[in-house]
């Protein structure tokens, strides 16, 4: 059956971010070393990273798709150039209508605004077969925990203290978890949790 | 060759202890969930629970041996009774000097006023060929992995979220750690790391 999962990768420190995102560097400081694991050891990771890139349709928060506040600038489409690596329909949630914005490779950028309830609904219906991934970031991640709409949590935890940053679970609700499996390859360790009711 | 251990029980969310700590309840709310694993299902974790208790010597912070502030209160005696866990020295930082306390079962508790790396190496001499640990809390961790003092953190991460209390790795530096193994049990996941310089 279709599932709802999170799949989040997280300093041992507890970091989802680094500090001091910006445009020219929104995992903040020394995030970049949270995603080592996915681009200098994919092989090792085969298993886990296909299972990410084989959600059948994807939600995420404002800030994951663009730095920008207030009005859209149309001229943003993404912080992952023309292809994006969703290959898929992605739901954004903000406060601000835009048209969809499709790119190369098949993701296309949906903008919903009412709410994390109605993107998840249209995200299943696009998802069909497959799981809906909530993308991030964490604000995003932690409004579906509180509505208890995740069903399966997975952590991605780097060898790495970020020391400050974006903090996971930052005001989430406390979790009935189910520990499932625990892997560890040489730049992370991969946990998977159920949440129970 | 010895090696100089840090074994720490952590909530999903990198908490050590749960708010409200007192002295009717140490770990603070909810901290005595991060330990159900070593209680509950000691068969399925004895390999990681031998290892902690193998260590040759310990060294733990003020707070981890009593709640008392200021003067010793000559009839506190620590917090597990007159048969502590430890089975051999434990080296209390304090400011504040008191005679040895030896209790039954091998645990003999020494109070250290010179700093952490007299109480290093006070713990090295008693464990000889053993390992030394660092047993805690939080705040002695922190200011050992400042000194670059550890050689190998194992965190037991239980499948648990706290929501506040004591965090893991607060003001701690950053740390070159190699992951070396990570294993899962129905309540916890081990995580293994050798601390590099």
Not at 36 to 43: A, C, G, L, N, Q
Not at 44 to 71: C, H, L, Q, S
Not at 112 to 123: K, Y
Not at 151 to 162: C, G, S, T
């Amino acid at each position: 059956m279709s599932k709802v999962v999170c799949d989040l990768g997280v300093s041992v420190d507890g970091y989802v971010a680094g500090p001091d995102q910006s445009r020219e560097n929104p995992l903040g400081e020394g995030g970049d070393r949270l995603h080592r694991w996915m681009f200098e050891t994919p092989d090792e990771n085969k298993a886990e990273i296909d299972e990410i890139v084989a959600a059948g349709a994807f939600v995420m928060g404002r800030n994951m798709f663009g730095p920008i506040r207030g009005e859209w600038d149309l001229d943003w489409r993404g912080w992952w150039g023309e292809e994006p690596p969703y290959h898929g329909p992605v739901f954004v949630l903000t406060h601000h209508p835009r048209e969809p914005l499709p790119m190369k490779g098949g993701t296309t950028f949906t903008f919903v605004t009412d709410g994390i309830e109605s993107a998840l609904e249209r995200a299943r219906e696009a998802a069909g077969e497959g799981n809906v991934a909530i993308a991030g970031g964490a604000s995003t991640v932690n409004q579906y925990l509180a509505a208890g709409l995740i069903d399966e949590l997975r952590l991605h935890i780097a060898p790495v203290l970020l020391g400050a940053g974006e903090r996971l679970f930052a005001g989430a609700p406390d979790l009935n978890l189910e520990q499932v499996s625990a892997r560890s390859a040489s730049l992370v360790t991969h946990i998977r949790y159920r949440i129970h009711a």
